[in-house]
């Protein structure tokens, strides 16, 4: 999901369950806040996300990051085997 500020996505939940649909919210929020505050792409997103359960206005953790990474492990790696792909 897109960056965007915390009231934003309030306002786009508000608009969800207002019964409008995501083309209707993003000119309403446009027109409130300002014409760049919430693009249609962005209030789509954020609809289907709500009509699937999900009412939480936090992102959702990127699965292809790693939450925490461990320096000294990787040091360790490379040492014994410097011959390590990055993959690896």
């Not at 962005?42 to 289907?48: P, S």
């Not at 206005?57 to 990055?86: G, Q, V, W, Y």
């Amino acid at each position: 999901m897109s960056e965007i500020p915390i009231h934003i996505r309030h306002c786009i939940l508000y608009e969800f369950q207002l019964g409008n649909n995501a083309s209707a919210a993003a000119r309403n929020i446009c027109a409130t806040l300002g014409e760049d505050a919430a693009a249609d792409r962005t209030c789509r997103d954020w609809f289907k996300r709500f009509r699937e359960g999900d009412m939480s206005l936090e992102d959702r953790l990127k699965s292809e990051r790693p939450l925490e990474f461990d320096i000294e492990r990787l040091k360790i790696l490379i040492e014994d085997n410097p011959r390590l792909t990055t993959r690896e």
